[in-house]
């Protein structure tokens, strides 16, 4: 199988303040993951393209200094959102695609609730 | 970035099937298309891809045009858990990398 696991599943953090979100790909390598952005009745809206040892590729319009990604290893990738303030308020979701798999592949996290108030 | 088009939403009964169309008319020749379903407040779920020939696995069953221009994913007895938005999504390389570009998807509702 390939699992993904995102944590934590909800928080609620002060306006101004930072917040760390894992993903990790539990029984498989990870060389790309990807954050997504999903607001209330809306789609997935990738924000990044995080890949291992290197800088995640951004989005056009995704604050780079905002929306902080580390992949420092084959099975974890963290977005810190920074100074968060109330319109960041999203659902978050990670995504990995399992190293050596073709074009298939793609296993989602279960996803942050982040309200900032 | 080749584009899907999906109706809104669509309606169903328990126990009965379900086609759900995807019109990719700018599909290029390299790209797989792909289903995800996303339950509420939930990451997507794989469900299914193809490139060209028609696929079947336990959950659904990917019809695609002989142009690859359109396909069907078909849910054969549909349940209320299948009660789901689900994405037809192309996949390939853009801008160098190979990612996922979610649509807005069709809401499904099954109907008891």
């Known amino acids: 199988g390939a699992v993904v696991s995102q944590h934590p599943s909800w928080v609620i953090c002060k306006s101004g303040t930072s917040v760390k979100i894992e993903c990790r790909s539990l029984d498989f390598q990870a060389t790309t993951m990807f954050w997504y952005r999903q607001f209330p009745k809306q789609s997935l809206m990738l924000m990044a393209t995080?890949?291992?040892?290197?800088?995640?590729?951004?989005e056009q319009g995704v604050e780079k200094d905002k929306f902080l990604i580390n992949h420092a290893s084959l099975t974890l990738s963290t977005l810190t959102v920074t100074s968060a303030h109330p319109e960041d308020s999203s659902f978050y979701i990670c995504?990995?695609?399992?190293?050596?798999?073709?074009?298939?592949?793609?296993?989602f996290g279960s996803g942050t609730r982040l309200t900032v108030v | 970035d080749a584009k899907t088009t999906q109706p809104n939403s669509m309606e169903s009964n328990e126990e009965e099937p379900v086609h759900l169309p995807c019109n990719h008319s700018t599909i290029s020749g390299t790209d797989y298309i792909h289903w995800y379903r996303q339950l509420p407040s939930q990451g997507p779920e794989y469900v299914i891809h193809g490139l060209t020939s028609n696929v079947n696995n336990r959950m659904a069953s990917l019809a695609i045009a002989e142009d690859r221009k359109s396909s069907t994913l078909i849910l054969h007895r549909a349940t209320l858990r299948d009660a789901a938005v689900y994405y037809c999504?192309?996949?390939?390389?853009?801008?160098?990398?190979?990612?996922?570009?979610f649509g807005q998807g069709t809401r499904l509702t099954i109907n008891p």
């Open positions: 999504i192309l996949t390939g390389l853009i801008q160098g990398a190979q990612k996922l570009v």
């Open positions: 995504s990995a695609k399992k190293r050596g798999r073709g074009d298939y592949g793609y296993t």
């Open positions: 995080s890949n291992e040892g290197s800088k995640a590729t951004y």
